[in-house]
């Protein structure tokens, strides 16, 4: 069993950075994949960026590319997402999730999330 929470969302304006923390509760974080995905109003939830174990693997939605970079620290048991260069369409509900294998783009593969934490970007 796996209890993600998230922090560090909030408003900003369109160029600024954000980072957000995903902590992990539990013993071997570091056997779990991880990622975010994010989730606007009226939308679905899309797959943002992921993260193997090691974190030596990484992947992007292409949206994002170049501008997010998921890390991760198993010494804390933490992922980061580091955001910049904000834009509006960015603003969503943003999720952590584990799962118990390789990296994955569908949110289904994921065994594990977290409540959320909110990022809006102003014009």
């Known amino acids: 069993q796996v209890q993600l929470v998230e922090s560090g969302g909030g408003l900003v304006q369109a160029g600024d950075s954000l980072r957000l923390s995903c902590a992990a509760s539990g013993r071997s974080f570091s056997m779990y994949a991880m990622a975010w995905f994010r989730q606007a109003p009226g939308k679905e939830r899309e797959f943002v960026a992921a993260?193997?174990?090691?974190?030596?693997?990484?992947a992007y939605a292409d949206s994002v590319k170049g501008r997010f970079t998921i890390s991760r620290d198993n010494a804390k048991n933490t992922v980061y997402l580091l955001m910049n260069s904000l834009k509006p369409e960015d603003t969503a509900v943003y999720y952590c999730a584990a799962a118990w294998t390789t990296i994955d783009v569908i949110s289904t593969r994921y065994d594990y999330w977290g409540q959320g934490t909110q990022v809006t970007v102003s014009s």
């Open positions: 993260i193997n174990r090691s974190g030596g693997r990484t």
